[in-house]
């Protein structure tokens, strides 16, 4: 259990309810990867924050992970924001902390100045007015950059996300799948995987994964990633994110996940999940989950329910057919 108090915070960070014990109960023997997003962590220790273990002792949070059986820290990269929160210095120093914990890293890399998702995939102010091709090269040597600044001081990424949650594509709106057509997104997604090779050739390069949010909805992960085979682009593991009130039930997502392990024959992560566990209003910013509607059948939201909501996607990762689940990572 990890638990956050603070001064000043503002309502800066709107997720507080989904905090409270990040992957316990896990399934250490069989998940290579047991992961916790972690790219908050330097601006809550700019407002004060202060973490503690389950008896009260303040510590360092990637120690209580670590502590908890966490082994991988996700880290969300932006181009150029405001503060550097998430920039590419503060994702340096993150790395190394990680590496001191003994974590392996997950890095996330946005292609934009702020959040990459399903509704905003905006292209960074210093690459506004790129064609399509200038596009594909800033791409390709900012990730090239980027993974060869993290294997020079000794960090290397263990997984590469090329974009964030790209069901509609990614740099909108030359590379949005809905409006540009798939082709543009393929050209994109493939310059930022070539930049992960060429800053780490084989055998040294990082797993490659192209990431949607589908976690439940087997029609719309299989067309996307039909879209990826028909177009012969080279990734290794594809993740997605499920959060049941957006993506469906468990029953859903076990059957998504068990047909992308058998059709696409790659390895298969949930890299972002989260669960309340309270519904209680505990800052200024609106809830995701604040209704008992929104919640699975069983799973309560207190903290036993959100610890059982947690070993239920373990579980479903780690019985996937041929063992090809790699992990999750909590959100």
């Known amino acids: 259990v990890l638990l956050a108090t603070a001064a000043g915070l503002g309502g800066q ?9 990040p992957a316990v109960a896990t399934e250490p023997a069989r998940l290579a990867f047991r992961g916790v ?8 220790e700019a407002a004060n924050v202060v973490f503690r273990d389950a008896s009260g002792v303040a510590r360092d949070p990637l120690a209580i992970f670590a502590s908890r059986g966490i082994n991988l820290i996700r880290l969300r990269v932006w181009h150029t924001p405001s503060g550097d929160w998430c920039g590419t210095q503060q994702t340096l120093a993150m790395a190394r902390r990680a590496k001191a914990a003994g974590m392996s890293i997950m890095l996330c890399i946005h292609y934009s100045d702020s959040w990459a998702d399903p509704g905003q995939q905006t292209i960074p102010a210093a690459w506004q007015g790129e064609t399509l091709l200038q596009l594909r090269t800033s791409v390709q040597v900012y990730t090239r950059d980027l993974i060869a ?9 263990a997984i590469v996300q090329i974009g964030n949650e790209t069901t509609d594509g990614m740099l909108w709106p030359t590379g949005r799948i809905s409006t540009a057509g798939f082709n543009a997104f393929a050209t994109l997604f493939t310059a930022g995987a070539d930049g992960v090779r060429l800053a780490m050739p084989n055998p040294r390069t990082p797993i490659i994964m192209a990431h949607i949010d589908r976690g439940g909805d087997i029609a719309a992960t299989r067309w996307f990633f039909d879209q990826m085979v028909s177009r ?3 990734y290794d593991a ?10 469906g ?13 058998t059709r696409y024959g790659r390895r298969v992560m949930i890299v972002e999940t989260a669960y309340p566990f309270t519904l209680g209003w505990h800052d200024n ?31 479903a990762v780690a019985a996937l057919p041929h063992g090809p ?7």
Do not use: C, E
């Open 232 to 234: 012969n682009v080279a």
């Open 325 to 331: 689940g790699m992990g999750t990572s909590y959100w």
């Open 249 to 261: 039930s468990l029953a859903a997502m076990q059957t998504n996940i068990n047909d992308v392990a």
């Open 13 to 21: 960070i709107s997720h507080a309810r989904f905090r409270k014990a």
């Open 149 to 157: 600044s993290l294997d020079a001081q000794g960090t290397p990424p």
């Open 285 to 315: 910013q609106n809830n995701f989950v604040g209704l008992s509607s929104q919640l699975q059948p069983g799973f309560s939201a207190t903290p036993g329910g959100q610890a059982a909501f947690i070993a239920a996607v373990n579980n």
């Open 37 to 44: 997003a972690a790219s908050f962590i330097p601006q809550l």
């Open 238 to 247: 594809i993740g997605l994110s499920y959060y049941p009130w957006w993506h």
